[in-house]
């Protein structure tokens, strides 16, 4: 107990970082010498190798089906024949054998058709079946121009479009009394709600598809702490540095405007890759009635944005580029997902997503404090409730 | 349930934008995207289809070791094994074989190796074969890590059956690893038979690869033929009761790669033998011909003359044949399933 009250002795910085490095040299030289010994008084495990590759990816191109595998386990695995639907059939790859975390792509010279169902059994060294499945084949795009500009018009449709229409209701807002302006901050919050348990459940979701090797649902979790954090640390050092210009409420607003505009752009990035993902591998059905569906649904983001900012009198500029940040994300999301996708990094960032959007709740909830300074009263709780509701509502119209 | 509708829609909104990409791609100057309206799957790629032969096979032009493996498929198709002979007092034949079961690991597709049961080291056992009426002696000595048994259909006596349970008061029944039983019958009724372990659980101990081929000839010899052994097996490499690779003697495609090489207008004899576990029914069709078929040879008459026959587990006939025409002709199961998973070979037929 006296040695807390000590002053630490004086060290200078190379003695500090030394004292620091000689645990971890230490245990280094242990690890290189286990290992030259060959693991000393551990006995082999027991019983076949655990074969435990994981099927990441399939793509279809015309007469050739594409499967990109991953080896999640501890052994060494080798796919030495491949069945598609009840038959052997050719194939290569690049290695005759996968060690840990290694990963390979496998092209299997199948004349698929569209629309039918496959199954595929990639046959191991020892007899081991990994099954993979196409539902229903349809050919993968290929990423050129033409699919960047898809890609492009996709996430302009779902990101930047509904946001910006969403904004529009700026100069309503301005007319709107300081209690209507509560509210609707309100309904903002009750909108990333939602969408952070969207965000959740959707990254979990992916996470638990393929690879689990980079730590799978967990890193829905790690996300959202990160984007949280990252966030925060954004918000502290605006501030910091906003209070070192002018401050006042205006620049209070915007600053908001600009944190809810980052969160619902990472949350836009994620959902992109999704998008991006789902039309590379073909997983999709059509509808222009989807298109409105979704225009609905996620129009309520752009009036988050504008929420915060209904006293400023920000200029087109400005609001143009808080569309931008908040919708934008989308199109770049969509690019990665579709040109390569990872569930790992979808799984990952969806879970930013959904952290950056806690972190932008936390900045907005001392704006719905009434007059007498309290949190949730009928009108602040029926706005949080709208929000939920509103986002769950069209949730359910577009759905089919 | 919400997350996975709104990605949906997400999904739905991507396709109906597929218009729009189509003539985004025109636009472009490599022109990949492609609408969704085409089919992909339609038109090949000459180059891919090139690299599958037209009908179905391993992978990479791999074949499987059979030096590695101890036995190769085709001798086993012409390797009847007579035993030791020695005459009896009463002027019938005794034969003598010895059956050794052991463990073993084989290759059964080019790089899936498969932890066999084996009699003599090989898949299917060796085809014992005598005339009806020999004293037969079979002795049985068990290298294997688990108990087993020779069960030989046929006619014989309870004791002599190869059942656990049975016997036991002689040595029989049940053998255990390390421990040895001499089987002793008379052979009958002439025909084509089987033998295999009547271990429990009975259908690994089969699966498993303790199975042969049981030739019993009648006293007065059939036609002098080129006679084949067909194994028709299958292995369930994955435990799941359902079999990964099928064939006739063992390796998946084997008559593929390395046809059955038999001469034009000769008489052929197949001895056909169905063994498959985890699968009722088995089939055999031969292309471009027709053969008379002897259901279990117990009969000098055909019963049928045709390209196709079925065969439940243990079911077995002999089929007569020439070929007219040289070539090759290929032969299956017509349970295509099994056929495009290694149950398909070639006949090759040559000038005399």
Known sequence: MNAEAAPPPQTSGARLWLLGLIPLALMAGIVVIFAALGAPGLAERRGPPVENLVVDKIALHPGVIQLTVRNDGPDAVSVRQVIVNDGFANFTSKYEQLTRLAADTIRVDYPWIEGEAYEISLLTSTGGVIPAEIPVAVETPEAGPGFYGLMALLGTYVGVIPVLLGMLWLPLLRRSKPSVIRVLIAFTIGLLVFLIVDALLEGIEIAGQGSQAFGGQALVYLGAIVGYLVLATVDSTMRSRGQAASGGAKAGGLHLALLVAVGIGLHNLGEGLAIGAAYAAGALALGALLVIGFAIHNTTEGLAVVAPVAKNRPSLKTLAGLGLLAGGPAIVGAWIGASAFNGSLVAFLLGVGAGAIAQVIVQLAPFIRNEAGQFLYPKSAGGLLGGIGVLYATSLLVSV | ?352
């Open chain 2, 1 to 352: 349930m919400v997350a996975f509708t709104r990605r949906r829609v997400l999904s739905s909104l991507a396709a109906s934008l597929g218009a729009v990409a189509a003539g985004a791609s025109q636009l472009g100057t490599s022109g990949t995207a492609t609408a969704a309206g085409e089919m992909p799957g339609m038109d090949h790629d000459p180059a891919a289809a090139a690299a599958h032969s037209g009908h179905a096979g391993f992978a990479r032009g791999g074949i499987v070791d059979s030096a590695a493996n101890g036995f190769d498929p085709s001798l086993i198709v012409r390797d009847f094994d007579w035993g030791r002979t020695l005459k009896l007092a009463d002027g019938r034949t005794l034969r003598e074989w010895n059956l050794v079961a052991s463990d073993k690991e084989i290759e059964i597709a080019p790089g899936v190796r498969y932890a066999a049961w084996t009699f003599n080291g090989r898949v299917p056992g060796p085809t014992l074969r005598c005339v009806d009426g020999d004293r037969l002696r079979i002795r049985f000595s068990n290298g294997s890590a688990h108990p087993h048994t020779v069960h030989f259909h046929g006619i014989h006596p309870s004791e002599m059956d190869g059942v656990p349970g049975l016997g036991e008061d002689i040595g029989g029944g049940l053998i255990q690893p390390g421990q040895s039983f001499t089987y002793e019958f008379d052979a009958g009724p002439f025909g084509l038979h089987l033998y295999h372990c009547h271990a429990s659980p009975l259908a690994a101990h089969i699966a498993k690869g303790l199975y042969g081929m049981f030739i019993v000839d009648p006293k007065e010899p059939r036609a002098p033929a080129d006679e084949l052994v067909m194994v028709m097996n299958a292995f369930d490499t994955n435990f799941d009761f359902g079999n990964e690779i099928y064939a006739v003697n063992t390796v998946g495609f084997h008559y593929l790669n390395s046809p059955i090489k038999v001469k034009r207008d000769a008489l052929v004899r197949i001895y056909l033998v169905n063994v498959l576990e985890y699968d009722p029914i088995n089939s055999f069709h031969l292309h471009a011909n027709f053969f008379h078929y002897f259901p279990t040879g117990t009969s000098l008459v055909p019963a049928e003359y045709t390209d196709t026959i079925s065969q439940v587990q243990g079911q077995r006939g002999i089929l007569e044949l020439t070929f007219p025409y040289p070539g090759k002709y290929m032969f299956h199961a017509h349970k295509t399933e099994f056929a495009e998973l290694g149950w398909m070979g070639f006949f090759e037929v040559e000038d005399q």
